[in-house]
């Protein structure tokens, strides 16, 4: 097993993308936020990319598929909050639109990761 295999994966790539465009995005949010949705969100689209390297590390098969869900689960809370932040006016709807496109994207290659660590029923 290669120690530094999770960063070859298309989707930790485009995961750490999501990061990226997060803290971007939070630079424009107010400062009354800057401990609440934007900490919140920090912490949610980093999990993505953590819970990708960790759960490809892991041995067991189930251990891989649980951790991909906990990314996949992040991914989904990153976008949930930028609808919100969309909706109070913080973040553009094309900046928001921008955002759910990458969102999706992540989110297929999760579903094509997963799929890969599925325990079999055999």
Same mark, same amino acid.
């Given at each position: 097993? /290669?120690?530094f295999g999770y960063r070859k994966l298309i989707a930790y790539q485009k995961a750490k993308e999501?990061? $990226?465009?997060?803290y971007k995005l939070l630079k424009k949010f107010p400062a009354e936020e800057r401990? +609440?949705? %934007?900490d919140q969100l920090r912490r949610a689209s980093v999990s993505i990319t953590s819970n990708i390297a960790e759960g490809i590390n892991r041995y067991s098969v189930k251990d891989k598929s649980?951790?991909?869900e906990m %990314?996949?689960?992040s991914l989904m809370e990153v976008s949930s909050q930028f609808e919100i932040a969309e909706e109070l006016g913080y973040i553009? +709807?094309?900046e928001r639109l921008s955002m759910d496109q990458?969102? /999706?994207e992540v989110a297929r290659l999760l579903s094509g990761l997963q $799929?890969?660590?599925k325990p079999s029923t055999d």
């Open positions: 097993m /290669e120690v999501v990061v $990226k465009r997060t401990y +609440a949705m %934007s649980h951790f991909i %990314s996949y689960g553009t +709807a094309e990458l969102i /999706e $799929k890969t660590y």
